[in-house]
């Protein structure tokens, strides 16, 4: 069955870089568009970026355009989020997410997400 | 920015059906996909492309989306459908996600 499994987040500073990993299993990543999605403690969800299929494109939330970067390895089915220049409004739990085309790459399934905050 | 809009919260009585809207300009020209989260848990995806269910989403969960409006609706609501539930559409002029800011349903 379809799986995403998120890992790399952890406790960092102010202004430290993490990179985030999301290894897909049970379906081929080339197809598929990927999403990086977060949510902030007791707050609604918040898309940050996607990535073509074929790594052609790629688009970020204002919130975090400049900062962090999206990157897939087909082969290696894995999508990363590279975050650098890390602030406290960045603490969320991030989820990946799989990505179908509809007039849009809207997601369909989720990661069970890993917990970055950040923190002095 | 495209933006959705959903009331906080909605609350029903088990057995009986709820609506969750999620406005938007013009959202009738787009697709429109709901998403349930359960304390705790990942997204789950409950219906795309306005009114179609995923394999394993029960038919009590529908959709519709005209003019302003899209409207998630739950017949016969269990207590185990309280969650809180995001509609989500692709910006095609950002080429962004849009979510809602999300419904907390509760079974009364």
């Known amino acids: 069955q379809v799986q995403l499994v998120e890992s790399g987040g952890g406790v960092v500073q102010p202004g430290r870089s993490l990179r985030l990993s999301c290894v897909a299993s049970?379906?081929?990543?080339?197809?598929?568009?990927m999403h990086w999605v977060r949510q902030a403690p007791g707050k609604g969800l918040e898309w940050v970026a996607v990535?073509?299929?074929?790594?052609?494109?790629?688009y970020y939330a204002d919130s975090v355009k400049g900062r962090f970067s999206i990157s897939r390895d087909n082969p290696k089915n894995t999508l990363y989020l590279q975050m650098n220049s890390l602030r406290a409004e960045d603490t969320a739990v991030y989820y990946c997410?799989?990505?179908?085309?509809?007039?849009?790459?809207?997601?369909?399934?989720w990661g069970h997400g890993t917990l970055v905050t950040v923190s002095s | 920015s495209y933006v959705l809009t959903q009331s906080p919260s909605v609350s029903v009585a088990p057995g009986q059906t709820a609506a969750i809207t999620c406005g938007g300009n013009?959202?009738?020209?787009?697709?429109v996909h709901w998403s349930r989260q359960k304390p705790g848990q990942a997204p789950v995806l409950v219906v795309y492309d306005d009114s179609d269910r995923p394999s394993g989403i029960p038919e009590r969960f529908s959709g519709s989306n005209s003019g302003n409006t899209a409207t998630l609706t739950i017949s016969r609501v269990e207590a185990g459908d309280e969650a809180d539930y995001y509609c989500h559409v692709w910006d095609s002029r950002s080429n962004h996600v849009v979510f809602g800011g999300g419904t907390k349903l509760t079974v009364l």
């Open positions: 013009n959202i009738g020209s787009k697709s």
């Open positions: 049970g379906f081929t990543l080339s197809p598929y568009g």
């Open positions: 997410a799989r990505g179908v085309y509809s007039n849009g790459w809207y997601p369909d399934y």
């Open positions: 990535m073509w299929y074929d790594g052609s494109d790629e």
